[in-house]
């Protein structure tokens, strides 16, 4: 009998740990989609000039390069980088790009690493994203240098923003459905899938994920580099975010430098905002840009 158990037992530990190798990957893996040739098709009505921004010299594969759609504004109206979830690209974003440029704003959209056309072999939840929103804000400022320029950033875009090792110099960010640690990211995922004892496989999964990334967890943390943003900021979540709690999100909000706005979306949930909250989606943005990106040079 006692045999039994002990074997029963083993059979649990490796569904177990077979279980937590293939979330790994399937976190971490990279999301490639042929995102260039949807420019035609996804906006014919909104036509974009396809990029490819080169990284830093130290970075990465030498012949690496972000790729991307930009939409010239107005001389003056200023530039907005648009970045991104996770297992996305940069089509998610359409919807934004369109309505701020009709307000006047140009827009550059970017594939962050392992996602879209950009290459890269695994996601890191922002450490490696975070050199893809650099190379993209020096781009802006070398090809516009007098512009005016923000950021809005969602999920992994928003981390990738808040974790760049380089000050951005940037007017204004927006970051939207933000986690604050990544062992809270890790935990209500696995709480929303697996029910209450969810969490009790999280040092687990979260071991893994240091492994296969050779990051160590506490380097994938916004809430340790959000105070470090010295610029205006916009926190953006809803109240049945069950990815990241209006908790973690005012825990992110007391970190982060004045001066700072948050707007929790009443009903909004780990999705796209701006398709949920349309116009007032719209207005608080324009609000919060006009702010501190008046229309104007420099």
Not at 11 to 28: F, K, M, P, Q, S
Not at 38 to 61: C, K, M, N, T, W
Not at 214 to 225: C, D, G, H, V, W
Not at 280 to 296: A, K, Q, T, V
Request: hydrophobic share 45%.
């Amino acid at each position: 009998m006692r045999r039994w158990i002990l074997i029963g037992i083993s059979a649990c530990v490796t569904v177990i740990i077979i279980t937590a190798v293939g979330v790994g990957e399937l976190l971490t893996g990279a999301a490639p989609t042929s995102v260039d040739s949807l420019s035609g098709p996804v906006s014919s009505d909104f036509p974009v000039e396809s990029v490819q921004i080169p990284l830093a010299a130290s970075s990465r594969d030498a012949d690496s390069s972000v790729h991307g759609w930009l939409k010239r504004g107005a001389h003056g109206g200023g530039m907005i980088l648009l970045v991104h979830s996770i297992r996305s690209n940069r089509v998610e974003m359409l919807s934004r790009a369109k309505f701020l440029n009709g307000q006047g704003y140009g827009v550059l959209l970017i594939d962050l690493q392992a996602h879209g056309e950009t290459p890269g072999e695994r996601i890191t939840f922002g450490v490696l994203e975070s050199e893809d929103v650099e190379a993209a804000v020096a781009y802006l400022r070398e090809n516009f240098p007098s512009e005016r320029i923000a950021a809005i950033g969602v999920s992994l875009g928003a981390a990738a923003i808040a974790l760049a090792s380089h000050p951005l110099r940037l007017d204004a960010v927006v970051l939207e459905s933000l986690h604050p640690t990544i062992e809270e990211a890790v935990e209500n995922r696995l709480k929303l899938h697996l029910g209450e004892f969810g969490p009790m496989f999280s040092p687990l999964l979260l071991w893994q994920l240091s492994y296969r990334l050779n990051i160590s967890p506490e380097a994938l943390n916004p809430i340790t580099r959000i105070g470090e943003l010295n610029t205006p900021l916009l926190l953006i979540s809803g109240t049945d975010d069950r990815h990241t709690t209006m908790a973690e999100t005012k825990r992110l909000f007391d970190a982060a430098r004045q001066p700072k706005e948050m707007w929790i979306v009443p009903g909004g949930g780990h999705f796209n905002m701006h398709a949920y909250a349309g116009k007032e989606y719209e207005d608080r943005i324009l609000n919060f840009l006009e702010s501190y990106m008046p229309e104007g040079e420099k």
